[in-house]
């Protein structure tokens, strides 16, 4: 087709990141990772035709379903014909009776059966049980996979029931693999379905640095034995193991896995990285990757205060000094108020009338940085409480960045208590911590000090409750979380 | 009958191509047996594709994003992981993309969650697109398939895609042999491009709806697919309870100065007159708002106000007529910017024609028409919501126990400090509710009070014997009021159980009305 040499060596790079069982059959060889450790607890209920069950558990983007997917496909080549694998998503089949009815679609497709779509819940359970049975006679192990095992925990847990419940019987052979971030997944479950759960518990961890590392190594270095170039391919390699011996390199690195350690952040930083390859030369440099941690790490807030106009920074600053003031809730009026007395007290060159500063007030609401406090029904929207959804310290960051010098001086403010790192993306520690449930957050409301190693502390409003949090990089030792209500 | 038609054209317009190609939309509305969409359908469709040069020159400010977003899609037929395009409202993340796909001449699924209002609306439209199904009288404007839920709309996407991958394929390996083909699509990739993903939060099943979308990279397994996600709100706005992968963010920031400049001046006739103009304009209406929508809304008046010195449009302009311009100008800037979001009606735009730009309050009469006895009603809603309802007797009733409250105690500090605490909680919580019949009360006292000849249904009013007919005609007022939304109903009161009302009138609305009807309002009115 005409491609440059670059083009197929950044294809090749990128159909690689692209694909979750390329990255982690890295990880497959060695015996005490959770793959081999999954590897025999299915192997051998297929083997000793016995039911199972089995709970995958760790933080997003540890590749779970990934190294599950390696498992699969390596059983289903192994004992072909004894395997039929059902899969289910929470995110799609949250609801028991579609759940109940994909596995009956499922189950249909696998043994060549009709499948009709006007079974009610009871047939198609009843076909269920029946097939268990079947497939246990013709000593066939069926794996089920609830991918999102959290979901199905909600409400009345009728498909977890039946599934377990059928899994009682001598006569059938199945295994279920529950998958979930939550890592109090099996507590989420009822007792009649938790006394019927094995509780086997497969803990996924973020990658320590040095498997980080050989994933670099694994993905990024060409093959040698391609149908690019030789010479291409060695200057490429060596090239790229430059890089990775420089030391700023390994800044970024630190960076980058100090607010995220997991596989799919750091995917995701190659990723970036590699399409930023400069086509002509096709050659890595280190600038690529810092370009990359840019685009992967950013401040969502301070970008969008970055945009704001004159106008609508001097309504946060009001607001910013009505908080320090600490009034316990101020409306739009209020914020006039406050308007005109800096107005007044500052002489500040420009002056607009309410109509126009109740647009700005809109926009800023737009752009949600900052939020109504109350319902509001039928209130409108001058009387309406708000408040303030960024801190003092990136309210004085976004006026640095527009050089409103004047409006700074307005902002007197106490030194902010906390100061959080610019380098450190404060979302993605606040997803991550509570896509395990460590903080239980109330309010949109953070401020957060991460060091290396990684030490969140979590400020939910300044008058709400305040969580320290403190990380200890190891899930088993389930994180101290220490809550001092104030 | 036209119109079904149209979602299949404008799926592709924005302000910006809208703006460029006026007559692909007579085209659209001219023929009504559109043939059979093909796979050609799927690309951008204009006769010849975009090339690098005039995709940065044709989007003044978004060099940056458009090389990042190039970069991240990769040469053709290259797999990529999720894209997440934000920045603020009117900061051009449609018309980037859309054009950059022009550019590349690839295949594309657009659909935006605006028009497509809820998940099943989605679906289909998606599905439609890539199933290659118009809506027409043939198939009586239906779907090609009939989606609600998210586990049916993964399994049909999946065939719908295989599909329509498997027929690229196929017709990349004939274009390429015979290329005769007018249009060719460019690689066997598809992408998904969802706008206005913010809006999905308000759906019903937001909580489910927003990871399912952010996962569905993973959940298809289809590696010819590419998802795009444009959304006004950044990625810590769709914060779920267990998270979600999170997507490459790429964000558009807001135009600086010299961005809105160049767009501005774009497709002007003379472009040196209004660079003058901008000259005088921009920055101050730059310091506040830097809405691109907002500010071309605003100017395009200032300016033919600018030019009206102007006897001949295509005049260059020297020194000279620069300065006299400035000086007829000047005087309309500063309330120009005060008036700038003022939404006006066609009759009073002509009203403003006429008039000078005197101060902001040159404009007393009411904007409207209403009849008097609902003028009435909004003086009275508005006293009910500002007064104290205790103290009605003292205004309305010349016998009631007025007389202890007109003795004014000197005010000690302490009860000063009272008043204020009060009056700043009045101002927070805004005006207070009232019943109907409190209301209608302070209704009819005015109405009875006013020397006027009033309309027949205040007269039936006044009318000794009652006559409750009659009343009907003012709670219908009271209800159209209520929709046009000068009087909102509330909840219920918990204890009384009837329906509260609150006057939403500004004040000086209020002062308005009641100058139209030489009502002496300031009398009536509580002042702490």
């Known amino acids: ?219 990024l270095l060409l093959p040698t034995d391609s149908d690019l170039p030789h010479d291409y391919v060695t200057e490429f390699n060596s090239k790229l193991s430059n890089i990775i011996a420089d030391k700023r390199f390994m800044e970024v690195i630190d960076k980058l896995s100090d607010s995220d350690s997991t596989f799919s952040n750091f995917v995701r930083f190659l990723f970036s990285a590699v399409s930023f390859i400069d086509l002509k030369s096709g050659f890595m440099t280190l600038d690529n990757f810092k370009s990359a941690l840019l685009t992967i790490q950013r401040q969502p807030k301070l970008d969008c205060l970055k945009g704001c106009s004159v106008l609508e920074f001097f309504i946060m600053v009001c607001m910013r000094r009505l908080e320090v003031k600490e009034k316990e809730s101020y409306n739009f009026n209020s914020i006039m108020k406050e308007y005109n007395r800096i107005y007044d007290s500052f002489k500040m060159p420009d002056f607009y009338s309410p109509s126009v500063c109740l647009r700005a007030f809109e926009h800023l609401v737009e752009r949600e940085l900052i939020e109504f406090a109350d319902r509001g029904q039928n209130q409108s929207i001058e009387f309406r409480s708000v408040k303030l959804l960024i801190s003092s310290y990136e309210l004085q960051q976004g006026l640095k960045f527009n050089r409103f010098v004047n409006l700074k001086t307005t902002l007197h403010l106490t030194p902010p208590v906390l100061h959080f790192s610019p380098e450190v993306d404060l979302h993605r520690c606040r997803q991550h911590s509570n896509s395990s449930h460590f903080i239980c957050s109330s309010n949109k409301r953070f401020e957060a000090i991460p060091r290396s190693p990684p030490i969140f502390k979590g400020l939910c409003g300044s008058y709400a409750s305040f969580l320290v949090l403190s990380y200890s990089g190891k899930y088993e030792e389930s994180l101290c979380l220490i809550v001092c209500s104030l | ?345 066609l009759a009073s735009n002509e009203n403003l024609k006429r008039k000078k730009y005197g101060g902001s309050d040159s404009i007393d009469g009411l904007e409207f028409h209403m009849s008097t006895s609902a003028k009435y009603l909004v003086i009275s809603a508005f006293l009910a919501s500002r007064n104290p309802a205790t103290l009605d007797a003292t205004w309305f009733d010349s016998t009631g126990g007025s007389s202890n409250q007109k003795k004014k105690r000197k005010s000690s500090e302490k009860s000063r400090d009272l008043k204020e605490a009060a009056e700043q909680e009045a101002f927070l919580k805004g005006p207070g509710t009232f019943p109907l019949e409190r209301l209608l009360a302070i209704f009819q006292c005015l109405t009875s009070g006013a020397e006027y000849s009033v309309e027949e249904e205040i007269e039936g009013e006044t009318s000794l014997d009652g006559d409750n007919s009659l009343m009907s005609d003012i709670l219908l007022q009271v209800s159209s009021l209520c929709s046009a939304n000068f009087i909102s109903k509330g909840g219920s009161c918990p204890l009384e159980g009837s329906i509260r009302y609150r006057s939403t009138v500004s004040e000086d609305l209020a002062l308005k009305v009641a100058k139209s009807l030489k009502f002496p309002i300031s009398n009536y009115l509580y002042r702490r």
């Not at chain 1, 990128?14 to 979750?20: G, K, V």
């Open chain 2, 1 to 345: 009958m036209n119109k079904v038609e149209s979602p299949q054209v404008t799926k592709r317009k924005t302000r910006l191509s809208s703006a460029c190609t006026p007559n692909a939309v007579e085209n659209a509305t001219r023929t009504i047996n559109l043939p059979p969409l093909t796979l050609r359908d799927l690309v951008f469709g204009e006769e010849e594709a975009l090339t690098y040069d005039d995709l940065i020159s044709s989007l003044p400010g978004r060099r940056t994003q458009i090389f990042e977003l190039i970069r991240l899609l990769g040469p053709v037929n290259s797999p990529v992981s999720p894209l997440f395009v934000y920045g603020g409202a009117s900061t051009g993340k449609t018309s980037t993309i859309l054009q950059i796909f022009r550019h590349l001449n690839r295949p594309f699924v657009y659909s935006s969650c605006r028009t497509c209002y809820n998940a099943r609306q989605l679906f289909e439209n998606i599905l439609n697109q890539l199933l290659l199904h118009r809506k027409s009288e043939i198939n009586g404007y239906s779907s090609a398939k009939k989606c609600e839920k998210q586990a049916d709309f993964v399994n049909l996407l999946k065939d719908a895609l295989t599909g329509v991958v498997e027929s690229l394929k196929g017709n990349l390996g004939k274009s390429s042999s015979s290329k005769n083909s007018g249009i060719s699509v460019n690689g066997s990739m598809v992408y998904l491009i969802f706008d206005s993903l913010e809006l999905i939060r308000d759906w019903d099943k937001s909580s489910t709806m927003l990871p399912f979308l952010f996962k569905l990279h993973d959940i298809l397994k289809v590696p010819d697919v590419g998802l795009i996600f444009i959304s006004n709100s950044s990625l810590d706005a769709y914060y779920s309870d267990t998270g979600f992968v999170d997507p490459i963010p790429v964000h558009f920031p807001d135009y600086t100065e010299d961005a809105l400049r160049q767009i501005l001046m774009r497709n002007q006739p003379n472009s040196k007159l209004y660079s003058c103009f901008l000259d005088l304009v921009l920055n101050p209406f730059y310091r506040v708002t830097r809405k691109l929508d907002e500010l071309s809304t605003a100017l395009s008046p200032l300016f033919k106000k600018y030019c009206e010195p102007l006897d001949d449009l295509e005049v260059v302009p020297n020194e000279e007529i620069k300065r006299k311009l400035l000086c007829c100008f000047k005087p309309y800037i500063a309330p120009a910017i005060n008036e700038i979001f003022r939404v006006t009606s």
């Open chain 1, 1 to 219: 087709m005409g491609r440059s040499i670059g083009e197929e060596a950044l294809l090749l790079l990128r159909r690689r990141l692209c694909d979750p069982n390329f990255i982690f059959s890295l990880f497959s060889a060695s015996p005490d990772s959770n793959y081999s450790k999954l590897k025999f607890i299915v192997s051998s209920s297929v083997t000793e035709a016995c039911n199972n069950s089995i709970l995958l558990l760790g933080p997003r983007g540890c590749g779970k379903i990934a190294v599950l997917d390696l498992v699969l496909e390596d059983l289903l080549k192994e004992y072909s014909g004894l395997i039929s694998v059902i899969k289910l998503n929470g995110l799609l089949h949250c609801d028991d009776n579609c759940a109940i009815k994909e596995i009956a679609r499922q189950l249909c497709i696998e043994h060549e059966l009709m499948f009709s779509k006007m079974a009610s819940f009871d047939d198609n359970s009843q076909f269920m049980i029946a097939m268990l049975r079947e497939c246990g006679l013709a000593h066939k192990t069926v794996i089920f996979i609830l991918d999102e095992f959290d979901l199905f925990a909600q409400g009345k847990q009728r498909l977890l029931y039946s599934l377990l419940d059928a899994m009682q019987s001598v006569a059938s052979q199945a295994v279920v693999i529950g998958v979930s971030c939550r890592l109090d997944a099996d507590q989420l479950l009822e007792k009649r379905v938790r006394s019927r759960f094995s509780h086997r518990k497969l803990l996924f961890h973020p990658p320590p640095k040095e498997d980080l590392q050989r994933l670099l190594k694994h993905t």
